[in-house]
């Protein structure tokens, strides 16, 4: 089956409101995204603890998952609420992603 990438966020909130908060977070995610697909050492699941937030990073074959909690949630508070979050989108993802091309595309090369 042919993969069809798709992105997506909420609205950012307290405290990303600003663009230097944003542009803090989005440095947050590259590094997740960096650590987890190094060519030294690639992991399927990255937990980071920050100054003001915690990530967790998620890779499988089927998905990349990048998510940002308060600073003091656990490892397994956060893999409980992301494993809860990954059933529903097992359960809603006919009608949440695009799963095959549109028959009037070309397909990409």
Known sequence: MQQLPQFTSPELEEPYTSEEEQHRLFDLYHYLHSRV????????????????ETLLAWVTSKFEL????????????????????????????????????????????
Request: proline content about 10%; some cysteine.
């Open 37 to 52: 697909h190094s060519p030294h050492r690639p992991l399927r699941l990255l937990y980071h603890v920050a100054e003001k």
């Open 66 to 109: 990048y998510s940002c909690f308060s600073p003091l949630v656990t490892k397994a508070g956060a893999i409980a609420v992301l494993t809860k979050l990954l059933r529903w989108l097992k359960k809603e993802e006919d009608w949440l992603f695009i799963r095959y091309p549109a028959p009037f595309c070309a397909a990409p090369a």
